[in-house]
Structures are given as C-alpha cells and as structure tokens.
C-alpha cells in the first residue's frame, strides 16, 4: 500500500523537500521503495542517494544521507546534551515538583529550591485541582495539548480518575456538542455526549441538563500530588527550603549554572536549570518578551445538602469538584486583579452565582453553607498557553534582530541549559503533566512527545520575534 504508484502523496518532491528541512548533516534515511522519481526527489532536496540489494524478497532498495551542497536553510540544532545528569528545579509547587520527578526518573540528580521551607505554596494551597480540558470544534492547539498533555500524564504517575462532566448551558449547546463530536470522531473513553438522567448518574446528583463527559479527567489535593511526585523520586530529589533564588548565572568556564541568594552565595550548581516559579521566572531569566499576568483567584468550599453525593467534577459556569471531606465540595473560582490574599465575602458569592446559573439553584440558598477556601494568585500569559521548553537568550536575540525579523527561518538564541516550566494558569494539573515529559526529552535529545506545531505553541520564544519588531 506504501508503493508510489499507490500511495503518491507520500513520495512527492515537496515532502522530500519537507524530510531535509528536518534533517540535520549526514541524517540516515532508507525506504524499500526504489522508484526512480523517489530517487529524483530526493536527490534534488539534498540528499545522497544510494540504490542497494533488497531484502525480503525486495529487488532493489534505497538508503540516503542529507549532504546537500548548498543549503538553503539552517540544520535543526544538535540537541543541547549536558555533560552529566544533573539539574536545579527552582520552584516547588506542582510544576517544579512534577518537574523534578520527571528528571529524576530519567537518572537525573536534582536539587529543588523554593523560597519557602516545605513544598508547595501558593496554588499548590488549594484543598483540590482539577483537570480543566479544553475541546473545540477546530480541535485547536489548546484542545490538542489539553488532550496531549491528559494522554501523557500515565507516564509520571497515575492520579485517581473521578472524571469530568462539562454541562451545556442549554439546546443550543446539546446540538454543538452533538456535531463537535461527530467531526472529531473521539473514542467514547475519551469523551462521549449524555444526556440529563445519565448525567446525574454519573454525577451522584440531581443535574438541570446533560453535557459532555470525560471519564480520564482527575481531582487531586496538590499537596497530596507534590509529595507523591518527590516521594517517588526518592533519593535522587534534594529538596532545598529557604533557599530564595536571587541571581542565576552561567559559569561560561565549567558550563554549569550557578543560583545564588541576595548575599551573593551559592545555593547550588548544574549545566540543567528549570525556571517552575510560576511569575518570578520571567524577572530571574530576563525574559521580558513574556508578558505574565498576575490574576487573583478565590474559591469556595460549600457543604449543601443537594450537592453532598457529588462524585465528579463539574464544569461551566463555574466548576465543582468534591473534597473527600465531609460531603465538601470546592467551587471556583474568581479572577480578578487584586492584590490581597485575604478572603473576600464577595467572592464566595460571586463563586455561587455562577454555580447557581449552572445548576439553576438560588445562590442565596447556598450561601449560608460556603465558606472561604484558598485564595492565590494565577499567572498567565496573553494566548493563556504555558510556558515549556528552553528559555531564549534576549541580549543575543537583540544583537542579531536584523538577521532573525529578515528571516523567520533563523531559530532564535537560546540560552544554553535554561528552561521554563510556568505560566500555568488555571491548569496547573495539565500543564504539570506536560513539563515533565516533554523537559526531560528535550534535555536528553529524545524525540518530543508532542508534535512540531504544539512545540512552537509552548515555546517560551514564540513572542520574541514580535516584540523585536515592535522595538524597531
């Protein structure tokens, strides 16, 4: 079914042309086909082509290397590998934590550092978090790292599935649903459509309406997460407290960065850093071509005895997840831009108002069994897309602007050894996930677990080229 004559679309000239802009100098490729326009299309994209003994039966085959005389574009980087296995996580909350256990699985050594004496903090001090999945009709870079990132979370942990059921909002949402699903085609273990009864089913509660359910989604207290994370990193894991980061800078003679208090002392050193500190990353990497924005968030615990037997979460207006504690549930959460971290009365109405419109109750009737949960901030970037991967090199970026805005193709200065894990947002359980499998891969020079267009969408580089333009 492979063969030219059958399949065309896989030989064509701009697809071997596709092949050399992702190969680097003397990359390997070999294919049974032997087909003369195969070998023409691959020879003119620049590689050297071989025509050899077949195997299994097969007359002739081929095997080629990308030599090309004149490139036209730059070679994809060699994989920055460090000279040993060793990394600083800066940041102990659900990311770095995550982070870390996902560098030690791999054999790394790794020292993580928090400003404060106990992990956590902060986010992390919610009594519960939910994975808030995102799916559109256009199946969106959002939706499919959502869905990525959900599909990669097995690999660092399981987390007990509750599951999630997004409610419609009313018949028009029923039948958006009901054609979204028909387009994606997703498997019924993934998502599938229910209609109110089955809902309040699964639920465990009497529900106005159907909606969409995720039976993968997971509730999890983030403390209870952090400490499995670290605990399963075992000895490999040095969690440092007290220890706020001040200064990060790279020893250019040994290659190791090297973190520093306010004193000027060193607190540790490796070729490896990962920024997980959630909106004090940006000011310690001196990246300001991302633009973090700081939003208050309170959420709810409310004991109601309609809502007691919940037993998943629910999303719309508002989400609410259960607690495990005494028929509690959690209800969030606001956003606003305030700077205090006191509880604020208005909240936790504001929090039931928009439970009440998706459950069609009467806030008021619920008001007297809320209280104040946890109030933290979120930090989040403009296209609320996390920032993971290697962190760029802004001073060298400035220098050669004029090359890298005449052409795009230029990958952007990196700083070597540095690398992002924050800009979370509201789904800090998702975006964990995703950073501590693709950071390692990416540090080890593995393939990525994600495709090329998502790498692009995560990268902390994605909006420097833009404010390089905006500069001039």
Request: charged share 20%; glycine share 10%.
């Amino acid at each position: 079914g492979f063969a030219p004559s059958r399949n065309p679309a896989m030989w064509t000239p701009a697809l071997m042309r596709a092949l050399a802009r992702h190969a680097r100098p003397e990359a390997r490729l070999a294919t049974w086909s032997a087909a003369g326009a195969v070998r023409e299309a691959l020879a003119a994209a620049g590689f050297a082509v071989e025509r050899l003994p077949g195997v299994g039966g097969k007359r002739h085959r081929i095997e080629a290397r990308w030599a090309p005389r004149w490139p036209s574009w730059p070679p994809p980087p060699e994989p920055p590998l460090p000279d040993r296995r060793h990394a600083i996580v800066i940041g102990a909350g659900l990311a770095g934590a995550a982070v870390a256990e996902g560098f030690a699985r791999r054999g790394f050594a790794v020292d993580l550092l928090d400003a404060r004496h106990a992990p956590g903090g902060e986010g992390s001090l919610q009594p519960v978090i939910a994975d808030h999945l995102h799916l559109s009709p256009d199946d969106n870079p959002m939706a499919r790292l959502t869905r990525a990132a959900l599909l990669l979370r097995g690999s660092f942990g399981a987390l007990q599935s509750c599951g999630r059921l997004a409610l419609e909002s009313g018949p028009d949402d029923a039948v958006h649903n009901t054609a979204m699903l028909a387009r994606l085609a997703f498997p019924a273990a993934f998502v599938r459509r229910v209609e109110r009864d089955e809902a309040s089913d699964i639920a465990g509660v009497a529900l106005p309406r159907g909606g969409l359910w995720l039976p993968a989604c997971a509730a999890v207290s983030p403390a209870h997460a952090i400490a499995d994370w670290l605990a399963r990193g075992g000895d490999a894991i040095r969690f440092v407290g007290g220890a706020r980061v001040a200064t990060l800078a790279r020893d250019p003679s040994s290659g190791d960065w090297i973190a520093r208090d306010s004193a000027g002392r060193a607190i540790a050193a490796a070729p490896v850093v990962v920024l997980a500190n959630a909106g004090d990353a940006v000011h310690l990497a001196a990246v300001e071509s991302l633009a973090v924005r700081r939003v208050r968030g309170q959420t709810t615990c409310l004991r109601d005895p309609l809502l007691a037997g919940l037993r998943t979460v629910l999303g719309g207006d508002a989400y609410a997840a259960p607690t495990g504690s005494d028929g509690r549930i959690l209800v969030g959460a606001s956003f606003d831009e305030g700077d205090s971290l006191a509880p604020d009365p208005r909240d936790d109405l504001g929090n039931l108002r928009r439970l009440g419109r998706m459950l069609d109750r009467d806030p008021q009737a619920m008001l007297p069994g809320a209280i104040p949960a946890a109030v933290g901030f979120r930090f989040a970037l403009p296209d609320r897309l996390p920032a993971v991967g290697p962190l760029p090199d802004e001073a060298a970026a400035r220098a050669a602007a004029d090359a890298l805005l005449r052409n795009d193709k230029l990958p952007i200065p990196l700083a070597p050894g540095l690398y992002g894990a924050f800009a979370f947002g509201s789904r800090g359980l998702l975006w964990a996930a995703l950073a501590a499998e693709l950071l390692p891969a990416i540090v080890c020079g593995e393939p990525a677990p994600i495709e090329r267009e998502l790498l692009a969408a995560v990268s902390p580089s994605r909006l420097l080229r833009r404010r390089l333009r905006r500069a001039r």
